[in-house]
Each structure stands twice: as structure tokens, then as C-alpha cells.
């Protein structure tokens, strides 16, 4: 049986397993027993250059944004060099760790999670998107 209930908020959470923040990140997203969580694990899981392209838009962010400029791959590989948005888009494809993360992902929302903290920011989020979506359903009558 589904335990995901309709008030339930779905989202991805994109982290990288290797990294034990981002893995402690998991476990406190997990905790949020209000929301369902896709989790997706970079070290694992290879997402496409269009999903990059399209979580760049929803971030609000150039797909340059996206890469985090502390990674070694990205100090010692791509620093300093001049890649347009799809030579970009195929290096995340292809070296996924290089990405900020983790990342909220839901249908309309999605953010960088940069502390534990943020889930209570992203709790508030959320709870004001469901408020819109039943006031809007709810005028629909």
C-alpha cells in the first residue's frame, strides 16, 4: 500500500553518496515525514544534459552556475577555460561530482541545500504552495 498521502509534497533530492554532508542531508530530508523524496545519487545515477538544462532553469541559475568551483576536477580541468552551455551540459553529464549539491527538486520548485536549516525554509516553501494550490482549487467551485 502507498503510504504517500494526496497533502504529500513529492521531490528529488539530488546529492552525491560519497560525500557524508551530503549523506547526512539524506537522512535529515528522509526525516521530513510530510514529504515523499526521490532520492537520486550522482555516484550512482547519471542524469541527462537535458535534465541539467532544465534544473538550471528551475534554479534560476546559468547551467555555469551549477558547477561548484571548490571541486578539484573543476580547479584542475576547466578552470580558467571558455566552454559554452552545451560543452557545459555534457561535462556535468559526464563528471557529475562537480555539481552543487544537494538540490531540491519538486514540479515548480528547487533550490540548492547549503544546511540543514534549509529544509525548514523549504518546509515553509512548500506549505505555501499547497495553500495556493488548494485556495486556487477551491475558487475553481
Known amino acids: 500500500m502507498d503510504k504517500k498521502k494526496k497533502s504529500d509534497m513529492e521531490f ?9 554532508k551530503e549523506r547526512e542531508a539524506y537522512g535529515y530530508a528522509k526525516s521530513l515525514d510530510q514529504h515523499y523524496i526521490n532520492a537520486i545519487d550522482l555516484d550512482k545515477e547519471v542524469l541527462t544534459e537535458r535534465h541539467w538544462a532544465e534544473l538550471a532553469t528551475k534554479l534560476k541559475v546559468a547551467v ?10 573543476y580547479k584542475d580541468e576547466l578552470k580558467g577555460k571558455d566552454f559554452d552551455d552545451n560543452d557545459l551540459l555534457q561535462i556535468i553529464k559526464d563528471h557529475p561530482h562537480i555539481v552543487k549539491t544537494p538540490i531540491i527538486d519538486s514540479d515548480k520548485y528547487a533550490r540548492f541545500i547549503k544546511s540543514p536549516y534549509d529544509f525548514n525554509e523549504m518546509d ?5 504552495i499547497q495553500k495556493h494550490l488548494a485556495n486556487k482549487g477551491e475558487s475553481d467551485d
Do not use: G, T
Not at 555555469?64 to 576536477?73: A, G, R, S, T, V
Not at 515553509?124 to 505555501?128: N, P, T, V
Open 12 to 20: 528529488k533530492f539530488i546529492y552525491n553518496s560519497s560525500q557524508i
Open 64 to 73: 555555469k552556475d551549477l558547477i561548484d568551483e571548490n571541486n578539484d576536477y
Open 124 to 128: 515553509m516553501a512548500f506549505e505555501e
